[in-house]
C-alpha cells in the first residue's frame, strides 16, 4: 500500500509543482496580485467601508456575500453534528450520552486543581481579550471570528473543568435555536437593511459611515456570538 | 526567496501539501488521516496568504504610521474563508470519527476492513 | 399533397388511453372490454375515414412536439402507411374479440389487456411516423410493451423466452439508433416523407454502414435469417399475442422498417446505384427457402406456424429488396395477406388449443370431424400460403414474380415456386391429417351442448379473417382495396425515378 | 441597476439558507413540524426561482452586483442558461421532501429532524449558489456548503458503516474541495481577480502556459471527484447506497451534478479567454466518460442490493455526461446538459421507489423482493418507468438524452463512441431486466412480501409525479433543450476540438 501513495502523492506533487513555479513571482510589486483588483481597496477601502482594516473591509463590505455563507458552512457543521445519531449500537436511543453521564453524577474529567484554578482565573481576561478583538476588529487585526475562536475556547476550557452539561447549562434552551444562528440572522438581516438603504443586497450604505459601521459591528457581534456558541456546541456534542 | 531559479515558497507549500496528502492515504488511523487533511489545508492557506505578500510590505491596516506598500488584503480574507471551511470539515469528520469509534470500537482502516 | 390533421396521431393515441383506462379500470371485466371495444371501433373509423383522401393521394400529416428545428415528433398518413395502420387496427378489433375468449379465466389479464392496446398504439404509432426518430420512439416502445405478453405465463420457460426476446430486440434497436442517428447526422434530417433523404455523395463506406445497422436494427424483428432466433422461441406468448404480435404487428414493423430504409431513406434511385439490395435480396431467398424447410420438421404446431412466419416476412422483404415498382407492389400487398392469413392460422391452432389441448401436428388427426368450420379456414389460410388462384397469396405471387422479372432476376421466380412447394409442404399434412385420418381417441365432447365446436368469441374471428383472405384474393384490385392504396405508396416511393438494376 | 426578477436573485439563495438556520427554531416544540417548514421554505424558492427563469427567458441572461459593488470588486451573481437548472432543482427538491416525511420515521428519532431539514435546505441553497455565483472563490464557498451538508446527510440514517461511508466520502471530497482552492488561488495569483468574467479577460492577457494549464487541470480533477467519474468514483457507490433514500435521490441526482455545473462553468472561462488547446482534455473525458458507462453498468450487474445498483448506474450515467462534454460537439454538449436534469429527474424516480419499497418491507435485495409488484403494483410501476428511461430507451426522458450524445459522437466523426454509448446502456439494461423480473414475474418468497402494503400517499404521490414526468419529458424533451442550446452555442465557438 505505501509504494502505492507515494506514486500517488509524486503524480499530485508534479503537476502542483509545474504549477507553482510558473507563477509570476509573489513578492513583486508588479505582480497581478498587487495590480488585481485589490489597487482599489488599497486606494479606496478606507473610504468607501470606514474600515481601516482592509481584511475587514474586504470580509464584510466588498465580499460579505462570501462570509455570508462562510457562516452558513460553520452552521453546516453544528447542524450535521446534531443530525447524526448518538451514542452505539447498544445504546440507540439517541439521548445525548452527556445527559446520561449527568445524571450519574459525573461527566467531568477529574483535572489537577491548579489547572482548574488558572482556567478559572484566566476565564474573564479571555473574554475581555476576545471583546477587544471584537470591537477594534476594523482598525487592528481581529474581527468576529477570531473573537468567536476566543469566545469558545473560554467555553471549551470551562467545559474541561467544570464539566460540559454545566457549560451548556449556561445557554437556556430556548435561546439556542437563535443564538447558533446568529450570524446568519445578522447577515440576512444587514442585507435586507441594505437593500432597503441602498438599493443592492447586502449593501451598505457608502456615504454614511456611522451607519456603515453600526451595521459592520452588528455582523461582527452576529459572528462572534453565532460562530462561539456554534464552536463551543460542537465541542459539547462531540463529547457525547 | 528564490533558490536555483525556484520560487522556494511556493515549493515548500507543495512539499506540504504532499506531506499531508502522503499522511492521508497511507496512514491507517483515521484521526491521522484527517490531521494530513489538516496538513493539506494549512498549505493551501499558506501558499494562499504567500500569494498576496509583497516586498517590504506592510499589513494591509490603514492607520497612522504605515506606509505603502501594502500586502494584498484579498488572500488574507480568502483564508480566514478557508479556515472557518476547514474547521468545519474537521468538526464534522471528527464527529464521524467519533461515532465509528463508538460502533466498532476502533478507528484503524486496517481493522474496520477486517469486521464483517 | 399534404394536409394537416389530427388523426394521424388521433388514432395510436386512443389505444393509448384505452391503456391507460384499462389499468385504471382494474378487474371490472365490463369496462376492461368496453373501452377495449370502444377504442377499437374509433380507431378502425379513424383510419377508414383517412382511406378516401389517400386513395386520391391525399397525406395527412401533424407535427405534434419539436425538440430542435428538424428532430421532433411528427405524423404522417402516406399511402404505405395506411396501409399498415388499416390492417393492424382491423386486426386489433378481430384479436379482441379473440382474446377475450381465448384469456377467459386467465390470470392478470388487465396487464395483458392494457400491454396488448400499447402495443396496437405502437404500432399504429410506427406506421404514421414521419420521421425516423417518431419511427424509433414507436419501434422501440413496441419491444418494451410487448415484453411482458412474451413472459406473460410468469413460468420459467417464458421468463427465458423474454430474456432472449429482448436481447435479440435491443441490441437490434441499438443498431437501428445508431443507424437512425447517424442519417441525422449525415443527412441533416430523418423525415420518411422524401423517396430518399441520403446522397451518394457522402461515400460507399459511410452510407454501408448505415445501410447495414439499420437493416440489422430493423430486420431483427422482421426475423431475416440470421436474426431470427428469438421467433420461434417467443411463441410460449399466449395465442392472441403470437397471432396478432409475432405474425403481424412486431414482426411487421421491423418488415415495414425495411421497406422503409430502402424506399424513403436511401431511396431507390440511390440503392440501385449502390448495390446494396443484392445482399439483402439473397439474404431474404435464404431466409424463405431455409426457415420453410425448418418448418418441415416441427411438430408443434405454433412453432410451425412461426418459422412460416419467417419465411412469409421474407417475402416483403425480397420484394422492397429488387426494387422495381411491381415488386414493391407486391411487397405492401403481402403485408395484409400475409396478416390476415397467418392470423387465421394461428386463431385456429389457438381454438384447437384452447378447446382439445392439443399442441401438435401429429396429436390433431381427424380434428376435422370435431372442428369442421375451423379447419375449413385453416385450409383457406392454407391455400393462399401457397399461392392458389382466388386467394390472397396468389396476388402476391403473382406481382412477386413479375417484379423479379422485372429486375431480371429470373431465380428469384424458381425460389417462390420451391417456397410454393414446401408451404404445400407443411401446411397440407396438416390439413390432410385434419381431413383424412381418423382420430387417433375420440373427441372430447363439451360439457355446454349450446356451443357448436368452440366458443363464439373465439369462432367468429376466424371465420371473418378467413373471409377476408377469399376477399383479398377476390376483389384485389377494386378500388378501395389493397391494390389500389399500394399503387399510391408506390408511385410515391418511385417518384424520383427508380433504376431497374 | 436591477430590474424586475433579477432582485430575487440572491434572495433565492438566502432564502433556503436562511430557512435552514431557522428550522430548530420553529421546530424547537413540534420536531415534525421541520418537513413541512422545510417544504413550505423550498416552495416560496421554487416560486423565486420560477420569476428568474422568466425573467431569462424573456430578457436573456442577467447578473447582479451584490452589494452594489461594481465589477470586479465585488461578488457578481449570474444567471444565465446553465443556471436556469436552478428550477427544475428545487422542483426536485419540492418533491423529494415530503416523501422524506414519513419514511424518516424508521431512520432516526424525531428530534434530530431539525437538524435533518436544515441539512437539507442548506444543500438545496448551496446548489442554488453554485450554479449563479459569478466568483470563483463564492464558488468554492458554496461547493464547501454543499458537500459539507452532503457528508452529513450521507450519516443520518445508520451507525458505523453509515458513519466510515461518509469520513470516506469526507476524505475524498475535502482533498478535491482543496484542489478547488488551490486552482482558484493560482488563478488568483495569475490575474489578481475573482470575479470569473474580468479572470476570463485578464487570462487572454496572460496567455497560456503551465501555470494556467494547472489551474485548469485541479480544476477539472476537483470537479471530476465530485462528478464521480470513473477512476475517482470510489466514494459514490457506498455513500449513496447507504443513505436514506430521499436523501440518495438528492446526492445521486443533483448533487453529483455540481461537478458538471462546475465544468461548464470553468470552461466558460477557459473558453472565452481561449488560452488552453483542450483538444487532448476532451479526448480524455471521452475515453473516461466511455470507461465510466461500462464499468458502472458492469459493477450493476452483480449487486443484489438495489440501491447499491442503482449507485453504480449513477456512475454510468454520469459517464453519458462527461462522455457527451468531451465530445465537444453542439449535440453532444447540449445533450450533455439536459441529461444533467433528466438524470436527476430519473434518478430521483428510482431511489424514491426503491425508498418506499424498502420502507414498506424493510428488504433491500432483489432476491428477498420478488413478486413485489403484486403489492405494491404503483411503487414497482414507477420503478419500471425509471429503469426503462435509465437506459434510455423511448419514449421517456433518458432517450432524448443518448439521442443527443449519439448524435454528437457521430457528428464530432466519433462513431465508435457512439457506438459504445449506445450498446453501454443496454449493458446496464441487463441488471434491470433481473429487477423487473423479480418484480414482476416471479413468485414472492418473503412474508413480508405477501403482506406489504402500498406505501403512504405522501410517499406514493411524489413516486408517481416524478415518474410521469419521465414519461412526459420523454416526448416534450425540447423544452430543457430549449433552455441548455443557447448557452452551449455560445460556448461552443471557443471549444476546442
Not at chain 3, 125 to 149: D, Q, R
Not at chain 3, 399 to 404: D, I, N, P, S, V
Not at chain 4, 160 to 165: E, I, T
Request: charged fraction near 10%.
Amino acid at each position: 500500500m505505501k509504494p502505492w501513495s507515494l506514486l500517488l502523492v509524486l503524480l499530485v506533487a508534479l503537476p502542483l509543482v509545474v504549477g507553482v513555479v510558473n507563477l509570476p513571482p509573489h513578492d513583486a510589486p508588479d505582480a497581478p496580485i498587487h495590480t488585481g483588483v485589490g489597487v482599489r481597496y488599497l486606494a479606496r477601502g478606507v473610504e468607501e467601508t470606514g474600515n481601516k482594516n482592509l481584511v475587514t473591509a474586504v470580509l464584510l463590505n466588498y465580499r460579505g456575500f462570501d462570509t455570508f455563507f462562510e457562516v452558513v458552512v460553520i452552521f453546516t457543521a453544528l447542524a450535521a453534528v446534531l443530525a447524526l445519531p448518538r451514542g452505539s449500537a447498544a445504546d440507540p436511543g439517541g439521548a445525548p450520552a452527556a445527559a446520561a453521564k449527568a445524571a450519574n453524577g459525573s461527566d467531568i474529567v477529574p483535572v489537577s486543581p491548579v489547572v482548574s484554578y488558572v482556567v478559572r482565573l484566566m476565564a474573564p481576561f479571555m473574554a475581555m481579550f476576545a471583546l477587544a478583538m471584537l470591537f477594534r476588529g476594523h482598525v487592528t487585526p481581529g474581527g468576529g471570528f477570531q473573537a468567536a475562536a476566543v469566545f469558545a475556547a473560554i467555553f471549551i476550557a470551562l467545559g474541561l473543568v467544570l464539566g460540559p452539561t454545566r457549560v451548556a447549562e449556561l445557554v437556556p434552551d430556548d435561546w439556542r435555536p437563535w443564538l447558533q444562528g446568529a450570524a446568519p440572522l445578522a447577515f440576512a438581516l444587514i442585507a435586507a437593511i441594505g437593500w432597503r438603504l441602498t438599493g443592492a443586497f447586502l449593501g451598505f450604505p457608502t456615504d454614511d459611515h456611522t451607519a456603515q459601521e453600526a451595521m459592520g459591528l452588528f455582523l461582527e457581534v452576529g459572528i462572534a456570538l453565532g460562530g462561539g456558541v456554534i464552536l463551543a456546541r460542537l465541542f459539547v456534542e462531540m463529547e457525547t | 526567496m528564490l533558490l536555483f531559479g525556484l520560487d522556494l515558497d511556493y515549493v515548500l507549500v507543495v512539499v506540504l501539501f504532499c506531506v499531508g496528502l502522503y499522511m492521508l492515504v497511507s496512514k491507517s488511523n483515521l484521526l491521522k488521516k484527517l490531521l494530513g487533511l489538516n496538513v493539506m489545508e494549512t498549505a493551501v492557506f499558506a501558499f494562499i496568504v504567500t500569494s498576496g505578500m509583497i516586498e517590504g510590505g506592510d499589513p494591509p491596516i490603514l492607520v497612522a504610521g504605515t506606509a505603502a506598500p501594502y500586502a494584498s488584503p484579498i488572500p488574507q480574507a480568502m483564508v480566514l474563508t478557508g479556515i472557518v471551511v476547514a474547521v468545519s470539515v474537521t468538526a464534522v469528520a471528527l464527529a464521524l470519527i467519533v461515532q465509528i469509534h463508538a460502533h466498532f470500537g476502533t478507528i484503524e482502516v486496517d481493522e474496520l476492513k477486517e469486521l464483517p | 399533397m399534404d394536409v394537416v390533421d389530427a388523426r394521424p396521431i388521433l388514432a395510436p393515441f386512443v389505444s393509448f388511453l384505452c391503456a391507460g383506462l384499462v389499468f385504471a379500470v382494474g378487474r371490472s371485466i365490463f369496462w376492461r372490454r368496453f373501452f377495449t371495444f370502444l377504442a377499437a371501433f374509433i380507431k378502425m373509423g379513424l383510419v377508414l375515414s383517412m382511406l378516401p383522401g389517400t386513395l386520391r393521394g391525399v397525406v395527412y400529416v401533424y407535427d405534434f412536439v419539436e425538440f430542435t428545428p428538424g428532430i421532433g415528433i411528427a405524423f404522417r398518413a402516406d399511402a404505405y402507411g395506411m396501409f399498415f395502420a388499416l390492417v393492424s387496427s382491423t386486426l386489433w378489433l378481430f384479436t379482441t374479440i379473440y382474446a377475450i375468449g381465448y384469456m377467459q379465466g386467465d390470470r392478470d389479464r388487465v396487464r395483458f389487456f392494457g400491454f396488448f392496446a400499447l402495443c396496437v398504439s405502437t404500432t399504429v404509432g410506427v406506421a404514421f411516423a414521419e420521421n425516423l426518430l417518431t419511427f424509433f420512439l414507436f419501434y422501440e416502445t413496441l419491444t418494451i410493451c410487448t415484453y411482458p405478453l412474451v413472459v406473460h405465463a410468469e413460468t420459467p420457460e417464458a421468463l427465458r423466452a423474454g430474456r432472449i426476446y429482448l436481447t435479440y430486440t435491443l441490441i437490434g434497436g441499438g443498431f437501428a439508433l445508431v443507424g437512425a442517428v447517424m442519417v441525422n447526422a449525415v443527412a441533416g434530417t430523418l423525415t420518411l416523407s422524401q423517396p430518399g433523404i441520403l446522397s451518394g455523395d457522402l461515400g460507399t463506406p459511410t452510407l454501408a454502414i448505415i445501410f447495414t445497422c439499420l437493416t440489422i436494427g430493423f430486420g431483427v424483428k422482421a426475423g431475416i435469417m440470421p436474426l431470427h432466433g428469438w421467433l420461434p422461441i417467443a411463441m410460449v406468448a399466449p395465442t392472441p399475442v403470437s397471432a396478432l404480435l409475432h405474425a403481424v404487428a412486431v414482426v411487421k414493423v421491423g418488415a415495414f422498417g425495411v421497406t422503409r430504409v430502402i424506399y424513403n431513406v436511401f431511396g431507390v434511385e440511390l440503392l440501385g446505384v449502390l448495390g446494396f439490395t443484392v445482399p439483402l435480396a439473397f439474404l431474404a431467398a435464404f431466409t424463405i427457402v431455409a426457415s420453410s424447410t425448418i418448418a418441415l420438421t416441427q411438430d408443434h404446431l405454433k412453432r410451425r406456424l412461426a418459422y412460416s412466419t419467417i419465411s412469409q416476412l421474407s417475402y416483403i422483404v425480397l420484394g422492397a429488396a429488387l426494387l422495381t415498382p411491381l415488386a414493391a407492389t407486391a411487397a405492401i400487398i403481402h403485408v395484409a395477406n400475409q396478416a390476415f392469413a397467418k392470423i387465421t392460422m394461428f386463431f385456429v391452432v389457438g381454438a384447437i388449443a384452447r378447446t382439445t389441448g392439443k399442441k401438435h401436428v401429429s396429436e390433431i388427426d381427424g380434428i376435422a370431424a370435431r372442428m369442421p368450420i375451423s379447419m375449413a379456414a385453416f385450409t383457406i389460410a392454407a391455400l393462399s400460403f401457397v399461392g392458389v388462384p382466388l386467394t390472397a397469396g396468389f396476388i402476391t405471387k403473382w406481382y412477386l414474380a413479375l417484379g423479379a422479372l422485372e429486375a431480371d432476376a429470373w431465380w428469384f421466380v424458381l425460389v417462390l415456386i420451391v417456397s410454393a412447394l414446401l408451404n404445400a409442404g407443411y401446411f397440407f399434412p396438416i390439413v390432410h391429417r385434419a381431413y383424412f385420418r381418423p382420430a387417433k381417441e375420440p373427441w372430447p365432447t363439451l360439457e355446454e351442448g349450446r356451443r357448436f365446436e368452440t366458443a363464439k368469441t373465439l369462432l367468429f374471428p376466424i371465420v371473418i379473417c378467413a373471409a377476408y383472405v377469399l376477399l383479398l384474393g377476390v376483389t384485389a384490385e377494386v378500388p378501395g382495396m389493397p391494390f389500389s392504396i399500394a399503387q399510391v405508396a408506390v408511385e410515391s416511393f418511385f417518384a424520383g425515378g427508380g433504376v431497374v438494376p | 441597476m436591477n430590474a424586475g426578477w433579477a432582485e430575487a436573485l440572491p434572495w433565492t439563495i438566502v432564502l433556503p439558507m436562511v430557512g435552514a438556520v431557522l428550522t430548530p427554531a420553529v421546530a424547537a416544540r413540534r420536531p415534525r413540524l421541520a418537513g413541512t417548514w422545510a417544504w413550505g421554505v423550498l416552495l416560496v424558492a421554487s416560486a423565486l426561482a420560477s420569476g428568474l427563469v422568466y425573467q431569462l427567458a424573456t430578457t436573456g441572461p442577467f447578473s447582479y452586483d451584490v452589494g452594489g459593488w461594481a465589477q470586479p470588486y465585488g461578488i457578481e451573481l449570474r444567471f444565465d442558461h446553465f443556471s436556469a437548472w436552478v428550477l427544475p432543482l428545487l422542483l426536485l427538491f419540492v418533491v423529494i421532501v415530503p416523501f422524506s416525511w414519513r419514511y424518516l420515521d424508521h431512520v432516526m428519532p424525531d428530534e434530530r429532524r431539525p437538524a435533518f431539514y436544515a441539512l437539507l435546505l442548506l444543500n438545496a441553497g448551496g446548489m442554488i449558489g453554485f450554479c449563479v455565483t459569478g466568483d470563483f472563490f463564492n464558488l468554492f464557498v458554496f461547493t464547501e456548503v454543499v458537500s459539507l451538508s452532503s457528508y452529513a446527510l450521507v450519516a443520518v440514517g445508520g451507525r458505523g458503516l453509515a458513519a466510515f461511508a461518509a469520513l470516506k466520502y469526507l476524505f475524498i471530497g475535502a482533498v478535491s474541495s482543496l484542489l478547488m482552492l488551490f486552482a482558484t488561488a493560482q488563478l488568483f495569483a495569475l490575474t489578481g481577480s475573482l470575479n470569473m468574467a474580468d479572470v476570463a479577460g485578464r487570462l487572454a492577457d496572460v496567455g497560456g502556459g503551465p501555470a494556467v494549464m494547472v489551474a485548469f487541470a485541479a480544476y477539472a480533477v476537483s470537479f471530476m471527484v465530485k462528478t464521480a467519474m470513473f477512476p475517482v468514483h470510489v466514494w459514490l457507490p457506498d455513500a449513496h447506497a447507504i443513505a436514506p433514500s430521499p436523501v440518495s435521490a438528492v446526492l445521486s441526482g443533483m448533487v453529483v451534478k455540481i461537478g458538471i455545473i462546475g465544468m461548464l462553468r470553468v470552461y466558460q472561462v477557459f473558453f472565452a479567454a481561449d488560452v488552453l488547446e483542450l483538444g487532448a482534455f476532451n479526448q480524455t473525458l471521452v475515453w473516461f466518460g466511455a470507461i465510466s458507462i461500462v464499468m458502472g453498468a458492469f459493477f450493476a450487474i452483480f449487486q443484489d442490493d438495489i440501491k447499491l445498483m442503482l449507485a453504480y448506474s449513477t456512475i454510468s450515467n454520469i459517464g453519458y455526461i462527461v462522455l457527451g462534454l468531451g465530445l465537444a460537439s453542439p449535440y453532444a454538449v447540449i445533450g450533455a446538459s439536459v441529461h444533467v436534469f433528466n438524470h436527476a429527474l430519473i434518478k430521483a424516480t428510482l431511489f424514491l421507489a426503491a425508498g418506499a419499497i424498502i420502507h414498506q418491507t424493510g428488504l433491500r435485495t432483489l432476491s428477498d423482493l420478488r413478486g413485489i409488484a403484486r403489492r405494491m403494483p404503483q411503487t414497482s410501476a414507477a420503478m419500471a418507468v425509471g429503469a426503462v428511461s435509465i437506459v434510455g430507451l423511448p419514449p421517456t426522458a433518458g432517450f432524448v438524452c443518448k439521442w443527443y450524445i449519439a448524435l454528437g459522437a457521430f457528428e464530432s466523426g466519433q462513431a465508435p463512441f457512439g457506438f459504445a454509448l449506445v450498446f453501454g446502456a443496454l449493458f446496464i439494461f441487463i441488471y434491470y431486466v433481473r429487477m423487473l423480473n423479480a418484480f414482476y414475474f416471479q413468485e414472492p418468497v418473503h412474508d413480508v412480501v405477501i403482506e406489504a402494503n402500498e406505501a403512504p400517499w405522501s410517499m406514493r404521490a411524489p413516486v408517481i409525479v416524478l415518474a410521469t414526468l419521465c414519461l412526459v419529458l420523454g416526448v416534450l424533451g425540447g423544452i430543457p433543450l430549449s433552455f441548455v442550446e443557447p448557452a452551449v452555442l455560445e460556448l461552443l465557438p471557443f471549444w476546442g476540438n
